[in-house]
Nanobody, 127 residues
Framework: QVQLVESGGGLVQPGGSLRLSCVVSGRMFSAYAMGWFRQAPGKERDFVAAISWSGGSIDYADSVKGRFTISRDNAKKTVLLQMNSLKPEDTAVYFC????????????????????WGQGTQVTVSS
């Protein structure tokens, strides 16, 4: 079974930065595509970013392009989300997710394509 643990959330002022981390258990982490999603109160869980197993394919939601960067360190079994120029509308619980389709260079923005989820980390952008 794959377990995912997010960290790095918190309160930040508009224009500020945060870096989220997701540590993944399981020996096959390097074979998985990984994604970040977010969910604001009363709203659906929305796609933020995804990265293929090799890091060769990356995708972002239009709302975060140019501000957020997803990356992975397979040796450390970690996926990161660097968030810059944060806006109040970025406020949400951020979730890390694993797509256990081995060695796929495709990334998905659909939450139903992901097999495992973390518990989430709260990000609040407010002055």
């Amino acid at each position: 079974q794959v377990q995912l643990v997010e960290s790095g959330g918190g309160l930040v002022q508009p224009g500020g930065s945060l870096r989220l981390s997701c540590v993944v258990s399981g020996r096959m982490f390097s074979a998985y595509a990984m994604g970040w999603f977010r969910q604001a109160p009363g709203k659906e869980r929305d796609f933020v970013a995804a990265i293929s197993w090799s890091g060769g394919s990356i995708d972002y939601a239009d709302s975060v392009k140019g501000r957020f960067t997803i990356s992975r360190d397979n040796a450390k079994k970690t996926v990161l989300l660097q968030m810059n120029s944060l806006k109040p509308e970025d406020t949400a619980v951020y979730f890390c997710a694993a797509d256990r389709t081995y060695y796929s260079e495709s990334t998905s923005s659909t939450k139903y394509d992901y097999d495992d989820w973390g518990q989430g980390t709260q990000v609040t952008v407010s002055s």
